[in-house]
């Protein structure tokens, strides 16, 4: 797997290897030099292991002071461990979308640590990664109405940029470890762990072998997750609340979440699967006796014909939808028909709606 070059590699002045790696220097063996604490490193094995171009460490270097400190004989500069770390750090906040300028500035003033060598004859940087460390108050970043602050880790690399690199190794294991539930709530989970390592994914360009896919990786881990947090039967007797696919689109991985957070709240959710028709919903609803239904959808023109019909047949039976903001116009208006705006709220409302139903 060959994970896009980072931006600041597109340079015309990155695109010509440096003389010592045209003269074949750039590939030779890592050598551990007298007292140091780990391996130094090549600008080739380090490039190799970060998944980025060695232009791009070039850069780094020359523009950022992000370089090699370590001298071998030969006058070859080599990356030390904590050379290491600060690259993990510029790596990971540059994947999170900070500007590589405060990127480098944030790697430099971090508290580094040796970090663990990798396998031998392995390059995933995985298991070299050290536990986060938040220090110093979160990084600025613009958003779509002005400044906002993000929880950017200034000490070490976030669990989310970890789970992104498992996820680009293939590391499955990896990734449980990280996606572990405990006794978190899972709409945090969700917001601060899940959704930013999908996004960040979905922002990269990336080469893959037959059978290797990093979203599914990670998706597969997450399921796993949830199924392992709600492996306990229901109670007897718990009300259920029905979560429908909408047509033509494939079920959200949210959907998951919430059906599983709804557990965690006493009820018995479950997901339906495969195509519904608005007869089938209502048969569905009738036949698992459902306290609510949900629907989700992240499409800009989701197909919701499903719950205006299923409103019309169970005036009765509160329906829960949530939708894109822009999307908003397509949930029918009706007085069984509710739109949640966001996860924790549509969990309220959900649970809230079943309470009701049982004490009447």
Do not use: K
């Not at 090549?42 to 190799?48: D, F, N, S």
């Not at 608005?278 to 609510?292: F, I, N, W």
């Amino acid at each position: 797997m060959v994970p896009a070059a980072d931006e600041t590699s597109t340079g015309p002045q990155d695109a010509a290897p440096a003389d010592a790696e045209r003269s074949g220097a750039a590939d030779l063996p890592e050598v551990e030099p007298p007292g140091a604490s780990g391996p130094a490193l090549t600008v080739a094995a380090v490039a190799r292991r970060l998944g980025v171009a060695p232009a791009t460490l070039r850069t780094w270097d020359r523009r950022y002071g992000l370089g090699p400190s370590e001298h071998s004989a030969g006058a070859h500069r080599r990356y030390t461990a904590h050379d290491l770390e600060r690259l993990l750090v510029m790596r990971r906040l540059t994947i999170d979308g900070v500007a590589p300028a405060e990127a480098a500035r944030l790697a430099l003033a971090s508290e580094v640590h040796d970090v663990a060598p990798a396998p031998a004859g392995s390059d995933d940087l995985t298991g070299m990664l050290p536990p986060a460390r938040t220090t110093g108050p979160p990084a600025a970043r613009r958003g779509p109405t002005g400044p906002t602050t993000t929880g950017v880790p200034t000490g070490g690399p976030s669990d989310v940029a970890a789970l992104v690199d498992a996820a680009l190794t293939g590391r499955a294991d990896r990734c449980a470890a990280l996606l572990d539930t405990g006794g978190h709530d899972l709409t945090r989970w969700w917001s601060d762990r899940v959704q930013p390592a999908l996004a960040a994914l979905a922002r990269r360009t990336v080469v893959e072998r037959p059978g290797v896919d990093a979203r599914e990786t990670l998706v597969a881990a997450v399921l796993a997750a949830l199924r392992a947090r709600t492996s306990a039967p229901p109670p007897t007797g718990a009300p259920v609340v029905l979560l429908l696919p909408v047509p033509g689109e494939p079920r959200p991985v949210l959907a998951h979440v919430l059906a599983a957070a709804l557990v965690d709240g006493g009820v018995d959710a479950r997901l339906v699967a495969g195509p519904v028709s608005t007869r089938h919903a209502g048969e569905l609803a009738l036949m698992t006796r459902a306290r609510a239904v949900v629907t989700l959808s992240e499409s800009a023109t989701p197909d919701l014909s499903v719950v205006a019909s299923l409103a019309q047949e169970r005036t009765d039976l509160p329906q829960f939808v949530m939708v894109a903001e822009t999307a908003g116009s397509h949930v029918p208006l009706d007085r069984s028909v509710h739109r949640s705006r966001t996860l924790p709220g549509l969990i309220h409302e959900a649970l809230a709606a079943v309470a009701q139903s049982a004490s009447l």
